[in-house]
Structure formats: C-alpha cells, structure tokens
C-alpha cells in the first residue's frame, strides 16, 4: 500500500504564518485591550481603561431570561431578529429620537454593534473606496474598515473645536473614491456631541458628494447637557444612514451581545444577506434580554444615566484640579483630558502610570492620529474608585512635574 510521505518543513509554523492573510497580519491588537490585559490579576490597579458599565444588568431582565430558559426558548429566530424586539426597537427608536423606521424591514438585530459595524462596511465597501473617520475615534473602526477592502481617511476632530468633526475638515478630505463617513456622537473616547447646527453643513455635503454614514450611536442615551441629534434625522439623510446601536452601554449589557442597525430597506437588505450566512442571527436570550430593558427597564437606564452624570463631574473637575486640563464630555462615560505639558507621548505617560501609581487608562494615540497627547479615562466606575484614581494620579504629576 503506497504511503505519504509527510512534509515537515523546518520550521512549519513560520510557513503556515505565511498563509494568514496579509491585512490580517497588518492590523496591530486591540490598544485598549493591551492596557486592559496589562492591569488584569493585578487587585492594587484601578483601571479606568475598558468602556463598560461597573453596574449589574438589571434583576428584572436577568429574571425574564431565566423563566425563558425554563420555557425551553432556546432555538434559532428569524434572521433579523425577533419580530417583536424589532417592533419596539423601531417604537423607541421613534419616541426617544424621532426617526420613523418599519420594524419588518428598516431593522436588524445583529450580534452587539460590532456586527452591524462590521456587516454595514462588508456591504457597502468595494477594494479602493475610501473610509472617511473622524479622528479620534474608537479603535475598532479602522481595523474594521481596512480588513473590509476600505482605504482610511482619517479627518481631525480637533480638541480646539471641541472634537467635533467640522464641514470644513470634511470637506477637505472628500476624493472621488470617498464613499463612507462613519461618525460616533456621543464620541468614544472624547464625549464630544453634535448639534443639529453642527451637523447641517455636514449632511450638506455628504448628499452633494452622495456618501453613505455609519452612525454609531450607542452612547446616544448617555447625553447629558441636551437631547442627542441624530444625523438620520436632518432633512434628505434617513435614506443615506445606517444608524447603529445596541443594549450594552446605557443598559448595562455588555456580555449580552446585543445590538442593532436601522435604516434604508434596501442597504439593509445587503447587510442581512451577509448576516444569514455568518452569525445567522443574534443570541436568542440576548433579544429576550433586550426586549425586557425596552419594555420595562427605562427608568433603570435613567438611573444609571444619572449616576454617570454625577461621576462626570467627580472626575473631571477633579482631573482639572490636578493640572489635566480636560474638553468637558457631554456624553458617553469617558474622559479625555491633555498631557501635552509634560512633554511625554501618550503611550509612555499611561505606562508609567500604569508602573507607578496603579493607575490604568488608554494612551489617546490608539484612537487615531487626532487622539495623540491625550488620555481616555473611563469614569464607568464607582465614586471611590474614581476619588482614589484621582489621588493617585496627582501623586504621580507631582513627581513627574
């Protein structure tokens, strides 16, 4: 019986290296999960680093989940979730925000926001279009984008004007390849908001040059000082916006992976044809979840909005009073205060930091190019935690400076 000889090279892992692909190995790791994993066993450290709410999901949406554990409701749904999650993603969507969405076929329930992110840009991005992003902006955007074909545009939103993304920089950026803007208000990692008169120049533009918009808005419950403007809602921009959000931040839902995306029935419907042959659909507990927070569980995102209102002004007053200065965040639940007096680059003062008070935050340079000489601290921790970091942290610029 003849037999195979097997090849084993020298160094055979070095050769199936080889095989990843190549935008793949370009893509550097997550920076905000470095830092999380550098602090991770370590109790002394505080981390102000990972965006997530140090509260529990609520009693009342764990209890819905267990009695349809106990009901055997543990099966696939229907592709674009659940018909009746759609229905009052599609009536909160209305009530809180004013955006008019049919619940059959302008929503998809997708698994957290990341998948919406990830299926809008798998959908709509061909090899060679360019990828317009505000600069800082989340992490993941980037990588998100280029792993799809996507060529980045990164435009500043400049500390000065209070990092919000301006016409005028927009403009600027715009080719002939240009077709994505993808934009975050409430902003990861600087709290920036739009106002409907901020974002009036920008939906100009964006129909003249016939671009599509990304919006994330999973912060939108987290506004504080006003009531959070969707670009979907101006004049001409429903029918060009994707409007991407989910359960995890205002909720408190992080691990329930749960999100979803509204807009035009038929961009949608390319988003779900990818969605059918990869996840298939989100989990079932995890809609059953989101259901609940919507039918019952406002008054608990209030609270919790409330209590991250009151942290806000904890922390960055008291950032301030160490000599950070810091943008006054008007949503999300992070701080972005300057380090550009000490001289040192963002990732060298966060590691020192990290080594020398017990301190972990997010070096700004990982948000982008706009996101140097900054530091993203997550005030999604409790007022002890915060008072302590704070204490910490002026210590640390005494002897620094």
């Known amino acids: 019986m003849y037999k195979i000889k097997p090849f084993l090279p020298q160094d055979s892992s070095a050769q199936l290296s080889e095989r990843i692909a190549p935008r793949v190995r370009e893509i550097a790791p997550s920076g905000i999960r ?3 994993d550098l602090s991770a066993g370590n109790n002394g450290v505080i981390s102000l680093g990972v965006g997530e709410p140090d509260f529990t999901t609520p009693e009342h949406i764990r209890a819905a989940c ?9 099966m696939y749904t229907p592709n674009a979730g659940l018909p009746e999650l759609r229905e009052e993603i599609a009536r909160y969507q209305q009530e809180s925000f004013g955006l008019a969405y049919h619940s059959q076929d302008e929503v998809i329930v997708t698994v957290g926001s990341s998948e919406a992110l990830d299926l809008a840009l798998r959908a709509f991005t061909a090899p060679g279009d360019e990828v317009i992003i505000p600069s800082p902006s989340y992490v993941a955007y980037s990588p998100i984008a280029y792993l799809n074909g996507g060529t980045l545009v990164e435009v500043e939103a400049a500390a000065e004007q209070g ?3 301006t016409a005028e920089a927009l403009e600027k950026a715009i080719t002939p390849r240009s077709k994505l803007l993808m934009v975050n208000f409430p902003n990861n990692p600087t709290g920036a908001v739009m106002s409907y008169e901020d974002w009036m120049p920008i939906a100009e533009i964006v129909k003249a040059h016939n671009l599509i918009v990304l919006s994330d808005e999973i912060y939108a419950e987290l506004t504080y000082d006003s009531r959070h403007v969707s670009i979907a809602s101006l004049p001409g921009m429903k029918e060009r916006t994707i409007v991407i959000s989910g359960f995890s931040k205002a909720f408190a839902m992080t691990g329930w992976r749960v999100g979803y995306a509204c807009g035009n029935r038929e961009l949608l419907a390319a988003m779900l044809k990818i969605h059918q042959y990869t996840a298939m659909c989100a989990p079932v507990l995890g809609q059953i979840a989101a259901l609940e ?15 991250f209102r009151q942290r806000r002004s904890l922390f960055v007053e008291g950032l301030r009073s160490i000599g950070l200065h810091c943008h006054e965040p008007q949503g999300a639940f992070y701080a972005f205060p300057s380090i550009r007096h ?23 340079h990982v948000f982008g190019t706009g996101g140097e000489g900054h530091l993203r601290c997550s005030y999604a921790a409790s007022p002890a935690k915060l008072a302590e970091a704070l204490e910490r942290m002026e210590g640390f610029m005494k002897v620094k400076m």
């Open 342 to 364: 000490t001289g040192m680059r963002s990732e060298d003062f966060a590691l020192r930091l990290l080594r020398e008070a017990g301190v972990a935050a997010v070096p700004g």
């Open 293 to 307: 927070s919507l039918r019952h569980g406002l008054p608990d995102k209030d609270h919790m909005k409330e209590c």
């Open 34 to 36: 470095a830092f999380f």
């Open 163 to 165: 990092f919000k993304l």
């Open 66 to 74: 267990i009695r349809a554990l106990e009901r055997g409701e543990t």
